[in-house]
């Protein structure tokens, strides 16, 4: 098991940028693939991007953020990120980080929320037209 915490979030301005990160406790960080999904009101939950165990593994996102959005991690300091540029209203909803074991598996159901077993209590994140 690992316990997640999600910071950064804020109100921005529409085109404006910020990094959110996650903060993971436990010794086997390393191991797990990490999510960001979000939740916007009234919406369910959508996949934003995910990373392998390693910070050179292959990224994937969702099209709605491919361009505008970039995860990465730090294994040393047990924290993933993900750094959101040229935010859209649209963008507004609480972003939540994931962990999940880094298999074939998972790998190939990179957007569904069920191959993560590890939740943050998530960050709100608004942006203002």
């Known amino acids: 098991q690992v316990q997640l915490v999600e910071s950064g979030g804020g109100l921005v301005q529409a085109g404006g940028s910020l990094r959110l990160s996650c903060a993971a406790s436990?010794?086997?960080?390393?191991?797990?693939?990490m999510g960001w999904f979000r939740q916007a009101p009234g919406k369910e939950r959508e996949f934003v991007a995910r990373?392998?165990?390693?910070?050179?593994?292959?990224?994937y996102y969702a099209d709605s953020v491919k361009g505008r959005f970039t995860i990465s991690r730090d294994n040393a300091k047990n924290t993933v990120y993900l750094q959101m540029n040229s935010l859209k209203p649209e963008d507004t909803a609480v972003y939540y980080c994931?962990?999940?074991?880094?298999?074939?598996?998972?790998?190939?159901?990179?957007?569904?929320?069920?191959?993560?077993?590890?939740w943050g209590q998530g960050t709100q994140v608004t942006v203002s037209s």
């Open positions: 436990g010794r086997t960080f390393s191991s797990y693939a």
């Open positions: 990373i392998g165990w390693s910070g050179s593994s292959r990224a």
């Open positions: 994931a962990a999940g074991r880094d298999t074939v598996y998972s790998a190939s159901r990179y957007s569904d929320g069920g191959v993560y077993n590890n």
